[in-house]
Every structure is written in structure tokens, then in C-alpha cells.
């Protein structure tokens, strides 16, 4: 059972438009949610996250956004620029050390 | 700056072998965590360690082991290799504690069972 659902395999964007990635979850109990990115051939690594009782949090280009009562999150990348294309994992935790990951999403910057 | 360094970055092994992947942190994290990662099924956590000597069964730990005797390393086994462990596998490490917790991940092995 997918607790975390990243509906959209891929998405294309424009260079300079905005991405929006989406990540739907079924558990009201996580605590903090995180955006993950991975290049081909690496780790993940930890981009920005927002807690449960927060519905903003913004890092210079990246914006997560929570929908509680949609169980809903998103980043917004803008302007987005071609060292983005990467897949973006969506994760949450319920105050503690384990992640649940989302199923990911491969984002591909159009020069 | 951390680093999580897995031993292999690709394996072939066939059915019925025993595998071991390796990993090793040198910045003295108390957590360690191994992941699989498969297409349409995203990160799936198989076992972590949140001390030495000490492990805890994640989402998916049918077929696998884990050892820990040193805080810097945990490995995993494979005590029977199968096709269905072809993967990606993905190491990390955290501090432990706090209700964020930021994974710091290897680059990943890439095991293919025949």
C-alpha cells in the first residue's frame, strides 16, 4: 500500500518556466514532509522540506506547498533551469528517522 | 562534508549465491539505513540500524540480512541471491534524533541477479 503517490511519472518543462511536482499522501499522521533529487548514477539528495504545521517554505528558486485536508504537496521550481532535470522523490516521516518515499517523478528542462 | 560510500557500483551474481553489499560512513552517524529502488516503486526501506549491533526490519526485509559491528559500516546480505533482487541499492546514513532527519545517500549499487 503506497502511502505516498507521486502521480505523474514525468514531466517536461520549458527553461525559465515553472515546475510543479505533485506527491499525494494517505497518512494524516506525518510529521514533515522532504523533496529528494537524484542525477543518473547518484544518491538522493535532500533538497527542502516543510513540517505538518506549516503551509509554505521556500529556499531561493524551490517552494514546497502542503494541502493538509488534500493530503497534498507540491514543489515549485522557478525559473527552472537545465541542471534541474533529475528525478524528485517526495518523502515523509512521522517525527522520526524512517522515510516512506514517493514513487518519484523525472523532470526534463527543455532548453 | 559527508560521505556514504557503497563498496561495488555494479554486481552480477547469480541465483543462490550469497551476497554481500557494503557500506561505510565516515561521519560518525548513528543511523544507517539500506533502500532499494525500482522503477515505479520508488525508495523501499529494507533494514536500518540506529546503533551498532542493532537493527530494525523495514518495509520490505523478506530475503535480506543486515550487519553492523562497527558504528562506520552496515552491510547487506543477501543469503539466497533471487532474480527478484535485481536492483538498485541505496545506502544512507543520519544523525540520530530530531524531527527532520536528513538522509545522506551512497551512489547506489546496482545488483543484477541471473
Known amino acids: 500500500d503506497q502511502q505516498v503517490k507521486q502521480n505523474s511519472p514525468s514531466l517536461s518543462v520549458q527553461e525559465g518556466r515553472i515546475s510543479i511536482l505533485n506527491c499525494d499522501y494517505t497518512?494524516?499522521?506525518?510529521?514533515?514532509f522532504l523533496w529528494y533529487k537524484k542525477y543518473p548514477a547518484e544518491g538522493p539528495t535532500f533538497l527542502i522540506s516543510?513540517?505538518?504545521?506549516?503551509d509554505k517554505n521556500e529556499d531561493g528558486r524551490f517552494t514546497v506547498f502542503l494541502n493538509k485536508s488534500a493530503k497534498h504537496l507540491s514543489l515549485h521550481i522557478v525559473p527552472s533551469q537545465p541542471g534541474d532535470s533529475a528525478v524528485y522523490f517526495c518523502a515523509s516521516n512521522f517525527g522520526n528517522e524512517k522515510l516512506t518515499f514517493g514513487t518519484g517523478t523525472r523532470l526534463t528542462i527543455i532548453p | 562534508d559527508v560521505k556514504v560510500t557503497q563498496s561495488s557500483r555494479y554486481l552480477v551474481k547469480r541465483t543462490g549465491e550469497k551476497v554481500f553489499l557494503e557500506c561505510v560512513q565516515d561521519m560518525d552517524h548513528e543511523n544507517m539505513f539500506w533502500y532499494r529502488q525500482d522503477p515505479g516503486l520508488g525508495l523501499r526501506l529494507i533494514y536500518f540500524s540506529y546503533d551498532v549491533k542493532m537493527k530494525e526490519k523495514g518495509d520490505i526485509p523478506e530475503g535480506y540480512s543486515v550487519s553492523r559491528e562497527k558504528k562506520e559500516r552496515f552491510s547487506l546480505i543477501l543469503e539466497s541471491a533471487s532474480t527478484n533482487q535485481t536492483s538498485m541499492y541505496l545506502c544512507?546514513?543520519?544523525?540520530?534524533?530530531?524531527?527532520?532527519?536528513?538522509?545522506?545517500f551512497g551512489n547506489g549499487t546496482r545488483l543484477t541477479v541471473t
Open positions: 544512507a546514513s543520519s544523525f540520530k534524533g530530531g524531527r527532520v532527519v536528513t538522509l545522506h
Open positions: 497518512n494524516s499522521m506525518f510529521d514533515y
Open positions: 516543510i513540517s505538518s504545521i506549516k
